[in-house]
């Protein structure tokens, strides 16, 4: 079973940056692909971005292509996102997942495994 602690989160000012951090435990960590998802308040969890097991493979959700970037750190069990140009809409609580991409890596299929999020404030 694999435990996700997300971390990074805070307050900044629109048009800033922020880096967030997943670390895994209790499992393998490169046999998943990685993904980030957004929950805002009143709104359901949205796919943000995935990346495959081997860091060679990325989606996006259109809105923060160009701005997000993914990466992951296999060998410290950890997935990145790095947040710029961060607009009041990016406003959610973000979370990890562990899943898998779908044929092709067009689609991100997020696992059972979630982290506890970590929460991400753009002021306007």
């Known amino acids: 079973q694999v435990q996700l602690v997300e971390s990074g989160g805070g307050l900044v000012q629109a048009g800033g940056s922020l880096s967030l951090s997943c670390a895994a435990s209790g499992g393998t960590f490169s046999i998943y692909a990685m993904g980030w998802f957004r929950q805002a308040p009143g709104k359901e969890r949205e796919f943000v971005a995935g990346?495959?097991?081997?860091?060679?493979?990325?989606l996006y959700e259109g809105s923060v292509e160009g701005r997000f970037t993914i990466s992951r750190d296999n060998a410290k069990n950890t997935v990145y996102l790095q947040m710029n140009n961060l607009k009041p809409e990016d406003t959610a609580v973000y979370y990890c997942?562990?899943?898998?991409?779908?044929?092709?890596?067009?689609?991100?299929?997020?696992?059972?495994?979630w982290g506890q999020g970590t929460q991400v404030t753009v002021s306007s």
């Open positions: 990346i495959g097991r081997s860091g060679g493979n990325t």
């Open positions: 997942n562990a899943g898998t991409l779908s044929r092709w890596y067009v689609k991100f299929i997020p696992g059972d495994y």
